[in-house]
């Protein structure tokens, strides 16, 4: 049974840091595609990252990008996404996901729920001051 489990949310101060760790179970992260979502109140899902671990393909969300890292350890079957320069528009729950269909993860897909079999049930980010 495929499950990722979510943790490393809080609240921190704007310009803070937080890394947040995605576990899975029931799977190997070789040859998968993970992903990274968040959602805010009122607003949609968002994709903010990727990776593909059959040829560690990354993708970041223009947004993100250069402020957080995705990571993976496989030893320990786990992801994480290092949150730099955290600002309020980040507070949002944070999402990892997964599919063993990492083909079906490029450039214009990698973003979108569908693309993701799998869910983790979410960690809260709160920016705040």
């Known amino acids: 049974q495929v499950q990722l489990v979510e943790s490393g949310g809080g609240l921190v101060q704007p310009g803070g840091s937080l890394r947040l760790s995605c576990a899975a179970s029931g799977f190997t992260l070789e040859r998968y595609a993970i992903g990274w979502f968040r959602q805010a109140p009122g607003k949609e899902r968002e994709g903010i990252s990727c990776?593909?671990?059959?040829?560690?393909?990354?993708y970041y969300r223009d947004s993100v990008k250069g402020r957080f890292t995705f990571s993976r350890d496989n030893a320990k079957n786990t992801v994480y996404l290092q949150m730099n320069s955290l600002k309020p528009e980040d507070t949002a729950v944070y999402y990892c996901a997964a599919d063993p269909r990492w083909y079906r993860a490029y450039s214009s897909t990698w973003y979108q729920a569908r693309t993701y079999d799998y869910w983790g049930q979410g960690t809260q980010v709160t920016v705040s001051s």
């Open positions: 990776i593909r671990t059959n040829d560690g393909t990354t």
